[in-house]
């Protein structure tokens, strides 16, 4: 048991106290706004959120928390803290509010106020604080908490875990296209691609297919209980959304009996007609026989809070979105799971946010990585994992494990980050 005292509580501060003393320490707490009470606690451990002086471990409140509604121009100062970059730091620069800091990065603060969206509607990682402070690669957060818990005493053992994740984006290269799509593409590959030409003579069913690497996923990712697959199934063939119809059969019987945890992988039209996630949902329900409670967004297409407002309508539980394409690293500044807190009801809700850190696609076409690099990258980031823990989430999709169109190379990435 922690005793805390306080002399102002709200919302803010009770989601950040259950985040990091409930669901990641796993000890309970007693919160007190009077001194006098928080004095004859017995609690072993005792935590002095204040600027009064009284016994226990004593964190620097910066008030912040206490604000309310959600600032479009405010942005925390930062200082390095023994060697650590840290957000609201006290006027002498010798303390800092992690509550604070935690709360900032938790509920994506930063997402709410305008920001200069990439191409895609998306908020990247050069629109961050972190971008600024150069932290965007490490668990900073994490690495905050953790001090925390040694100085002050709460017992707490950092476990590192790796989850692989698969999108399916597209289940076939080159099966399951109505005849005016086969018949354009294969004039494009015709005139454009020798390689595409040479495939297509030696695909004969769906498991020649090259994007058919679902016999290797499956057993790749049996020895991790966490690890899941997003489909993405939309209603509507478009521009951003080319997956093979579910209609087709082989597609019909891939989903039906790929054995690992199934999630959906909401449209790029569903951004647009929030009515067709509910379809979507229920179209991977049918397929897969399975309840579907996770999801990423197709694209990592988000914004706060009505992406993930969505997702709570429709019965979602648990997201995997949180990550950058444009940057392998900590979105949150955490590697660890934690439920989202909608700032515009300031409320926390029941939304598992689960954070991942590098993704195939980041690594090739937005930093421009070899397969070596890339495998250099994971093993940096996860060595920075090492001491504060987490889940070493990544991204992989079932073309960049097809050795073609371009991804030669890159199962060896897939493999070295499962280790």
């Not at 009470?37 to 928390?65: H, R, V």
Request: charged share 20%; hydrophobic share 40%; net charge neutral.
């Amino acid at each position: 048991m922690v005793a805390i005292f306080t002399p102002v509580t709200g919302p803010r501060l009770r989601y950040v106290l259950d985040e990091l003393l409930l669901r990641r320490a796993g000890i309970p707490y007693r919160l007190h706004l009077n001194a006098a009470q928080y004095e004859q606690d017995p609690a072993a451990i005792k935590i002095n959120y204040s600027s009064q002086e009284l016994p226990g471990f004593t964190l620097y409140c910066s008030g912040w928390l206490q604000e309310k509604g959600i600032n479009p121009e405010f942005k925390p100062s930062a200082a390095v803290i023994d060697g650590k970059t840290v957000l609201f730091p006290s006027a002498g620069g010798t303390q800092f509010d992690l509550f604070a800091m935690a709360f900032w990065l938790l509920s994506r603060y930063e997402e709410y106020q305008p920001f200069a969206a990439d191409v895609y509607h998306r908020f990247p990682a050069t629109a961050s604080l972190a971008h600024t402070l150069e932290t965007v690669q490490e668990p900073w957060l994490d690495a905050a908490i953790l001090q925390f818990y040694r100085q002050s005493g709460i017992p707490f053992v950092p476990r590192l875990t790796t989850i692989p994740t698969i999108d399916v984006d597209i289940a076939f290269k080159y099966l399951g296209r109505p005849l005016l799509r086969r018949w354009g593409a294969w004039c494009r590959d015709l005139l454009l691609s020798p390689e595409n030409r040479r495939e297509r003579r030696q695909v004969q069913g769906p498991q020649s297919d090259p994007f058919y690497t679902y016999d290797y996923i499956h057993s790749a990712l049996q020895p991790f209980e966490e690890s899941r697959i997003f489909w993405l199934v939309p209603v509507h063939y478009g521009k951003h959304d080319k997956q093979v119809s579910t209609a087709y059969k082989p597609f019909q019987k891939l989903l039906g009996s790929l054995h690992i945890p199934a999630g959906l992988h909401p449209s790029w039209a569903s951004g647009d007609y929030s009515r067709l996630i509910y379809d979507e949902k229920h179209l991977l329900e049918k397929a897969t026989g399975q309840s579907i409670q996770s999801s990423r967004q197709h694209f990592l297409r988000m914004r706060l809070p009505q992406s993930y407002s969505l997702l709570l309508q429709a019965g979602f539980t648990h997201d995997y979105t949180m990550g950058y394409a444009d940057a392998c690293g900590f979105r949150a500044g955490t590697a660890y799971t934690f439920l989202w807190y909608n700032l515009e009801t300031d409320t926390e809700t029941g939304l598992h946010i689960h954070p991942f850190v590098c993704m195939d696609v980041t690594c090739k076409n937005y930093l421009k990585l070899s397969p070596d690099s890339a495998i250099q990258l994971g093993a940096e980031l996860k060595n920075k994992m090492a001491e504060t823990g987490g889940d070493f989430c990544f991204v992989y999709h079932n073309e960049s494990l097809s050795e073609s169109s371009g991804w030669k190379g890159w199962r060896n990435v897939f493999e070295a980050w499962l280790k």
